[in-house]
Each structure stands twice: as C-alpha cells, then as structure tokens.
C-alpha cells in the first residue's frame, strides 16, 4: 500500500493566519494526490484534485502545491469556516489510502 | 448535480452480512466510478472499494475476501455487502463518486454488535 503520512497531526491558529499542512507520500504518486475538508458529522469535501487544481466552487484561499512523494495544503487567510479536519487522498494506485488527518482547531 | 444516498441497517450482529444500499440521483450508474469509503468512530478514512464502467470492481486487498460491490442499473443504486463482521467493522460508511471522489452521501452509522 502507498501510506501517506500528514503533518501536523492538528494546530492551532486564529483567523486570518496561513497555514500550511504537508502530506508526504511512501512512494512517488506523481500528482494523483488530493484533499479533502471534513467538519464533524458531515461527509469530507473535495477541495483541491490532482494536486493543486482546485475543485469549482472552493475559495481561492485554498491552494496545493507538490509532485512526486511531497505536498502541501495552504491556506492563505484562515477563515472561521476553515476549522476542520483536512485528510489527503492519493488516487494514484488502488487500494486508495489517506493520510490520518489534520485537525485545524481554533487558537 | 449529483447526490448521493446511504440506506441499510445501522446495527449488524457479529458474524452476519453488513448490507447497505447507495441511490444515486442526477447522474448515470452505467458509466463512471462509485465507491464505498468507511471511517471508524473518530478515526480516518479507509476505501472499501468501487465499481465503474457499469460492473467491474476493484476491492480492497485488506477487504477483498469479505467484500461485494454491485450496481443495479434498473434502479440506478449500487450497493455494499461485506461478509463475517467484527466490532472493527463499526463505522460511518459512505458512499462517493468520481475516479477522484467528488460527491458523496450523508453516511451511515453502522454499528456492529449483539
């Protein structure tokens, strides 16, 4: 299985600041790497696909970066629909496997 | 738009079938990719597994020998059966399309226990 691994496991931070969550994959996933926002008791949503495309609909705020093994999540300005759970996805070989998730919590 | 809604059982006794059904409105279950994705009470997100292009699957190796995907496209619904449940098996289970997956439903809790 290609295990992704993300970091932080969760932060703290205020509104307005960026922040930045990494997701690092065992082998190279090219850019079939994906993210994905969960808020308690609802389903995860699509942000960003094939690493850094953003899915329509999702605040420019959002962006993704990296290729091969490495990538990251910014968000630029955090906003206070922002706090969530932020999981990455690769999509690159089956099984599918995600990272163990990133909790964005309130400073 | 597509949507996406989870029905079956929410609770399973041990050793039994888990059975859930996926119905999908606004989109083709003949074409395209549908899956199964379950995560745990607190926990992270596992793929089951997924049928496309109308029938053929692609499972989980850690799931493979206990797990069914099918689709009925008369009632355009796909559904899970998963074989010989434990207490591991407890969890919110979704079902989601797209080769990345795009929407998805509600989830159902499933609970596993006597």
């Known amino acids: 299985d290609f295990q992704m691994t993300q970091s932080p496991s969760s932060l703290s931070a205020s509104v307005g600041d960026r922040v930045t969550i990494t997701c690092r994959a065992g082998h190279s996933i090219t850019y079939y790497l994906n993210w994905y926002q969960q808020k308690p008791g609802k389903a995860p949503k699509l942000l960003i696909y094939?690493?850094?495309t953003l899915q329509s609909g999702v605040p420019s705020r959002f962006s993704g970066s990296g290729s091969g093994t490495d990538f990251t999540l910014t968000i630029s300005s955090l906003q206070p629909e922002d706090f969530a759970t932020y999981f990455c996805h690769q999509s690159y070989t089956t099984p599918w496997t995600f990272g163990q998730g990133t909790k964005v919590e309130i400073k | 738009q597509v949507q996406l809604q989870e029905s079956g059982p929410g609770l399973v006794k041990p050793s039994e079938t888990l059975s859930l059904t996926c119905t999908v409105s606004?989109?083709?279950?003949?074409?395209?990719?549908w899956s199964w994705i379950r995560q745990p009470p607190g926990k992270g997100l596992e793929w089951i597994g997924y049928?496309?292009?109308?029938?053929?699957?692609n499972y989980n190796p850690s799931l493979k020998s206990r797990v069914t995907i099918s689709v009925d496209t008369s009632k355009n619904h796909f559904s899970l059966k998963l074989s010989s449940v434990t207490a591991a098996d407890t969890a919110v289970y979704y079902c989601a399309s797209g080769r990345v997956p795009e929407y998805w439903g509600q989830g159902t809790l499933v609970t596993v226990s006597s």
């Open positions: 094939a690493a850094s």
């Open positions: 606004g989109g083709s279950i003949s074409t395209y990719y």
């Open positions: 049928i496309y292009d109308g029938g053929s699957t």
